[in-house]
């Protein structure tokens, strides 16, 4: 018998097997099919992740209406989206509360909140710092890459001198509106104009409230374009595609000052460009930086923002979203239009 030595191997006991060895080509041919179902199942996997950050997201929004509304039960009363001292302005040293702080007890986090002191400038108290660090899993959305560390925050000289834990949602405070040079309702008092000629309409379900009650946080009952109807908080997150430090224009959950936790509903807002840099580079004009920083974004595959309604519900509004029916989602009682909305 003649035997073929390619294909011919001894064993330890002398007996003779026979194995064909993969070629090189071979080899590679293998390799090749491997990066292609690789190539393949990848982006399937990101989907597949990106959609269960995406749920965590909504989970997030339901778990905020949810405890909007238990608070509701017990104070009868949406809570404010801020609570000011001063019934003129809302700056640092006259800021007390929020609804993010407000809440917390609902979302079972009334050790945080019990450690929280209002009174002495509240979100910019020193003794108030370490609850402020607090993380809290139902104000970070997965999908919001920028949520992952404390961030020192600035604008109009307030900070208190510490870093905050961040936040990926915004309460609704209403829709632009300007009152004697100042844009109502997002949260800084000015309680003289807020009443005054159609300012009144323009407010939000979490607007500006003040300790005196010439401004009272919203019912139900005057929600009346509808609970369904009305946007009540929804999600921002930003990067800055320039490379500037703008960490400051990203949100704090504990912060109840200017636009950290509370924005507008404006049609030119940065619900089309979740990047701040280029949200201003787009809208361009001295105004750009109210509608970039006091708006909604996303980071979520498709551009969808993710919105919870007033009756508690989630819902996702798109970027292409007509302009009108947006800015009519950040209102209360405008009445319009009647019908209700298709988006």
Not at 38 to 44: F, G, K, T, Y
Not at 79 to 103: C, F, H, M, Y
Not at 104 to 129: A, M, S
Not at 259 to 283: T, V
Request: hydrophobic share 35%.
């Amino acid at each position: 018998m003649k035997l073929n030595s390619e294909t011919l191997c001894f064993t330890s006991r002398g007996q003779t097997t026979s194995r064909k060895a993969f070629t090189l080509v071979e080899l590679l041919v293998v390799i090749a099919i491997i990066g292609v179902l690789v190539a393949l199942l990848l982006p399937a996997v990101q989907a597949a992740r990106e959609a269960a950050r995406r749920m965590q997201c909504v989970n997030n929004l339901k778990q905020i209406g949810l405890a909007c509304h238990n608070y509701y039960d017990s104070h009868g009363s949406l809570p404010p989206g801020v609570l000011t001292k001063d019934t003129n302005r809302g700056d640092e040293g006259n800021s007390q509360t929020s609804w993010a702080v407000e809440i917390l007890p609902y979302l079972e986090q009334k050790n945080i909140y019990d450690r929280y002191i209002p009174e002495n400038g509240g979100p910019f108290d020193i003794n108030n710092q370490d609850v402020l660090q607090t993380f809290v899993a139902a104000y970070i959305c997965p999908s919001d890459m920028t949520a992952g560390e404390l961030r020192e925050t600035f604008t109009g000289g307030a900070g208190g001198g510490f870093k905050y834990a961040p936040g990926s949602y915004k309460g609704v405070a209403g829709i632009p509106g300007i009152v004697n040079g100042t844009i109502i309702w997002w949260d800084s008092g000015r309680w003289d104009t807020f009443t005054k000629g159609n300012a009144f309409d323009l407010r939000g379900p979490l607007h500006a409230v003040d300790v005196d009650g010439k401004v009272k946080a919203e019912t139900f009952a005057r929600i009346t374009d509808g609970t369904t109807n009305t946007m009540l908080a929804g999600e921002y997150m930003t990067l800055t595609s320039d490379g500037s430090n703008l960490d400051f224009r990203r949100p704090a959950w504990g912060i109840s000052f200017r636009n950290f936790n509370l924005s507008l509903m404006s049609p030119d807002s940065a619900l089309r460009i979740a990047d701040y840099a280029a949200c201003e580079k787009a809208l361009g004009g001295a105004g750009a930086i109210f509608d970039c920083k006091r708006a909604f974004g996303s980071f979520h595959t498709g551009g969808g923002i993710n919105f919870a309604r007033c009756d508690g519900s989630v819902t996702s509004i798109q970027p292409d979203i007509d302009g009108f029916v947006y800015e009519a989602m950040g209102t209360v009682s405008r009445e319009e239009p009647p019908g209700g909305f298709s988006y």
